[in-house]
Structure formats: C-alpha cells, structure tokens
C-alpha cells in the first residue's frame, strides 16, 4: 500500500490547540507523547517547549490512565499516588503546565490548580535557572 507518510501528512493537518498557543499536528500530538520534557523521551528525543504542546497534555493523561489503571504487570495506583507522582516528575518527565491542567480535571478544583500549577511553574523555573548557572560555571562561561 503505497501513499503518504506521517511525517509528510503532518505538516499539512494542523488543529486548533484554543489556549494551548500554535497550532498543532495530529500526528505530532501522537507521535510525540512518549517525549519526555528533560529530553530523554522517544521518538525525536525533543525537550521542553519542543514538544508539540498537545503531545505534553496527552503525555501526561496517558500516564495518569496508565497508574490509575490496573495492569497485569502492576496493580493499580491510588488516586492521590498517581498526583503526586505527577507533581513530583513535572518539569523533569512531564510539561509542569500540563500536570496542573490534568490535576485539575481530575478534581483539585480551581484555586487547588492554581496554587498547584503556580507552584510547579516555580520548581521548574528555579530548576532551570539552576541548571543554566551550572552550564555556565562549568564551561566556564557566565
């Protein structure tokens, strides 16, 4: 069967992502939500903001259905286990904004998601500026 490849489809099937910003691919959606946001994810090994935001929000459902989910290798985990490991790994495994946006679907309300997701984003800012320091400082370069 011969016609067109994901990666030449994907340029042209863009969706709205509304508040998520530029637009996304369907196939980058899918095909990028097992990258991880340090970078160490596959298929492209993409990180950060490289992620097509869509690919990140699903990142972080699928893992949340994977833990709340029983599965023959591992019994499902607690609700309140599944959340915290999400907020524990965001801004290393997962888009922190993401993991503010599943948390408040799932039910920690309005002002829970916002002070969550407010203090994500700081971790991961902070995070990073640390990071940026250490780059610097070992390569001598400031």
Known sequence: MSGPSVASTAS?????????????????????????????????????????????????????????????????????????????????????VAVGAVCAVVGEGRAEYTSTAAAVAEDYRRAKAERSTNVGSSTGLT
């Not at 099937?13 to 990028?32: D, F, H, K, L, Q």
């Open 12 to 96: 042209s099937e863009s969706v709205s992502c509304g508040r998520w910003g530029r637009a996304a691919t369907r196939w980058g959606m899918i095909r990028n939500h097992h990258e991880l946001w340090d970078g160490r994810g596959y298929p492209d090994g993409l990180a950060g903001d490289n992620i097509p935001q869509l690919a990140r929000l699903l990142q972080v459902a699928d893992s949340y259905d994977a833990m709340i989910s029983d599965r023959p290798y591992q019994p499902a985990m607690s609700e309140q286990e599944v959340l915290a490991h999400l907020r524990q790994h965001a801004g290393e495994l997962y888009d922190p």
